[in-house]
């Protein structure tokens, strides 16, 4: 097929790549014009012809409704604009509204595969009416993985998002499980010096096997105690969505949000709340705390 | 090689299978005696003859010191015992100083793999002096995964256990993950009665791809909502050790913990917690209480 | 001082009698005649007369928008609008904002307290520019208790709602302590019989004496064991809206987080994310499900 | 009465102050000559003369069975030793059991009060036989404070110190609930500079009225916005010892251990686990690592 890629970053660039590799023809549009096709956003819809035109976004989230507030007037109805970035689902469906009035249909697509999606596959999780996801097929079969799973048609608007964002709080809680159970062998001097062993073992014919466990297993494989990182981990959206969405459904998601929680924690020069618990022990026990200029 | 294994269950006996089919010979015992190769403790240490034997246990925790007590006069200098149930990995050291002074060598070997094991192997983790294991390492070799991974010596007397008591540690929180993931999923009319396929799908490409995503695939398959079961989950032992052993390390186990208390409030009638909860707040708010016996 | 309340339930209507008893002039407004002191909104704002008027809203969140639309027309420039229901904060800067274009002023007021307020006096804590609160402090003199303390100017628009929802959090928190703990005194067989001893006790001279551990002793006295109350909790919103607040400044809460938590699960009929842990450990472990029809 | 105390540091040398001051005789023994009332065990115990002898242990949890080693033989049948220290409960029934074996009584009493215990009298949980604890209520009625409540018999031996176990376990959450709502107003730009004055506030009135909350207003006049303070927190034994006791009766305790892996966490100069979470995001997305030498 033909289509157009907004964005042509880490992700859009080798999805356009992957894209190619399978036979489709990709009119790409960066504002960095050493990596794009086109001139403009004009110039990619021009080139992209007269027939059904297929957008793929995958622009940053908060620069959505500015590629599409220029976007929208260049494309004519029956057009299909697909959002592959992180956007919260919530979004989806106003987005696809505003895009109906012009008779524009729009599709959601959660993406995950991260850097190693050129390779092996991207895993696709969409939104949006049967027939446009049924139209933009063969552009979901080029980007997911050679095996037998790593699409799914999940919904209505919105729907894309949705389960990827589920996905993502589910990899924050499973990525806490090991980093858990590693801590846990570091500090144990019955196993000592065999934990990167011991990891590495697990991945054959245990319960936990995964691939986020052979991730972890290279990463000890390159630096086998962690000393040269920090303890210091960002999050990006997802894991907060997840569990706010959580707490609208009434849901209990412990695992989840003590994951969202540690990765707070670990940003933190100084716990303000561990201040505050110092504090009060030093009120009515006399016991000691330390004064802030020591660390 | 020839050993005993002692405790012929689902487990034992699997593994007496496999360890025949993988060209040992194995004298077995079990107290049921149709099942059994052997009509006693002694009868089997007989049939193992006079080399240096090798005696796998594979009965319950309650049941070690008991065959031991009867096993050990039986045994001479030289001898290996190999504990490979669920034995909580403080209990090691002792019982290898016990067995040591009758010059009796002792491993312990964490065993991975359930039902599945037989036909995929079972993972092993052992721990013990390093040249008792390499004299067992054919049977070992044989029991194990066929690929690359699936055994390792952790370390000396109990790290075995240790290992598999974190590895346990990390399954509860790796299991909570996904089933928060479901409920959710579960709970949002955005996805409704596409979350089987979501989670089928997710089994390619994505970053959460595991083992234990293929069996909630496979559980979902034969229930597609699991109206069919219950919400009762037990614990085995190795959960609740991973958590005091953390709290014996200082080492903050959120996840696993998060994971270990919903599988007790799962068993709970009605929370007693939740009683008082409901309780203070009828006393501050003259909020409505709900009897007990509407239940 | 002259006031009008719209809203004369439970809250409300001893709210009425409170100031009343400290000798201001009350105009309430409510739906329900037989406890309303005016017949319409226009009613009220016509009896409390043409100067400067003050107006304390007291109804259900989901109502006060459609009570502001048929107010505001009623009031002038310079007139005061006093939301002292459980709103969200978010909410405040808004109609702060729509009110300002009429001129008119608007501060949100925190209310705790409970059931307990009439007498005691009610805590409260205000948001809005600091001359407009002066005006209305009177009114806040005798609404709050006897004590030193009990009324705070907590800053600008939903600064008020906002330390309230904090509170609520706490508060959330704080029970769950206290439930956690109830529940392991009940559990042990070491203490039988003396648990209501117990609190009882500790009203005085510990570190956790405080109002709710003399209400949670109230509730033994009534019913030593709770056996008459089921454990099943409602959350009222504010528990929600401070994680989601802590989420938002990524401050790390676990505790609260709990205490919702635990409260969703306490509403379950059968824990959705506790099938799937049991269908989990039946695939891999073979480990008996309980079918639903147990229950 | 009469009776003997052993350790004369910040708590057993006030609560000699305050028996004395109560109208008992005391003996006080300590290593530290300068504070001692004897020159040794021996002569504290021919102080006290050939009457029933009562002695108090307020020593270090790892000095009990030293001192009661030494203690045991000056003693004679009828005679009380009273362990008012922090002891684990479980220790109590075989200390009892090894002190029966000599005719002497054993009580285990928990105290709660810290530094304020002297002026305003200590909490005591006692555990052991109804006709012991008798024999010893002139000294807790001394000891407890003035008010109505203060003091319990919670059981035989062991539930004194298991109650005040459980006691340490609510207040590690209950501290923790207002640590994390401090934390959470500091962070809002809506109430700023405002908190120390809503904390205030909160003292009268309010659902979270307590004494720890009075301890907090205390360290924020001191320090208002804590900079002084770092966040570190020791943790002395009895959180520890609930969670354990609360995964011995499967009682699920998510807010107390929360509360306490705060404090493991609190005292972290890097965390592990969050180390692999960065090198598990840098492994599937090539996010970026922090090098540890940046700390």
Same mark, same amino acid.
Request: glycine content about 12%.
């Given at each position: ?5 907004? /964005?042509? /970053? ?12 399978? #036979? ?31 957008? !793929? ?20 109805? #029956? ?9 919260? !689902? ?19 697509? /959660?993406?995950? /595969? ?24 063969? =552009? ?19 729907? #894309? ?11 924050y809680?499973?990525m806490q499980?090991?980093a858990e159970?590693w801590e846990l062998?570091e500090a ?22 995964? !691939? ?11 630096d086998?105690d962690l000393s040269e990182i920090r303890g210091y981990a960002e999050d990006s959206g997802?894991g907060r !969505?997840?569990v ?5 459904? @009434?849901?209990?998601?412990p @695992? =989840?949000s003590s994951a969202l929680f540690a990765r707070f924690t670990s940003r933190q020069e100084d716990s303000p709340a561990m201040k505050m618990i110092a504090a009060m022990r030093n009120q009515f026990g006399g016991h000691a705390v330390m004064p802030e200029t020591e660390d």
């Amino acid at each position: 097929m033909q289509l157009g890629i907004v /964005g042509l /970053g880490k992700m859009g660039g080798n999805m356009r790549d992957r894209l190619r590799a399978g #036979g489709h023809t990709v009119v790409g549009y960066d504002q960095n014009q050493e990596i794009s096709d086109s001139t403009s956003l004009a110039d990619m819809v021009d080139q992209l012809g007269g027939e059904q035109r297929i957008v !793929w976004l995958m622009v940053p989230v908060q620069a959505i409704d500015a590629v599409l507030k220029d976007l929208t007037p260049l494309l004519k109805a #029956g057009d299909i604009v697909i959002d592959g970035g992180n956007t919260r !689902w919530s979004e989806d469906g106003p987005r696809a509204a505003a895009l109906a009035a012009s008779g524009i249909h729009f599709l959601d697509c /959660g993406v995950s /595969g991260g850097v190693w999606g050129k390779d092996l596959g991207y895993a696709l999780m969409v939104g949006g009416p049967a027939e446009v996801v049924e139209t933009c097929l063969p =552009i979901f079969q080029t980007l997911k993985p050679d095996g037998e799973h790593g699409y799914v048609h999940a919904g209505d608007h919105g729907a #894309g998002h949705f389960a990827k964002m589920v996905h993502n709080g589910i990899e924050y809680a499973v990525m806490q499980a090991y980093a858990e159970g590693w801590e846990l062998l570091e500090a144990a001097d019955t196993v000592t010096d065999h934990v990167p062993a011991i990891f590495e073992s697990w991945q054959d014919g245990t319960v936990i096997r995964s !691939w986020l466990l052979e991730l972890l297993v290279r990463a000890l494989k390159a630096d086998d105690d962690l000393s040269e990182i920090r303890g210091y981990a960002e999050d990006s959206g997802e894991g907060r !969505w997840t569990v706010e969405a959580a707490i609208d459904m @009434a849901v209990p998601v412990p @695992a =989840i949000s003590s994951a969202l929680f540690a990765r707070f924690t670990s940003r933190q020069e100084d716990s303000p709340a561990m201040k505050m618990i110092a504090a009060m022990r030093n009120q009515f026990g006399g016991h000691a705390v330390m004064p802030e200029t020591e660390d």
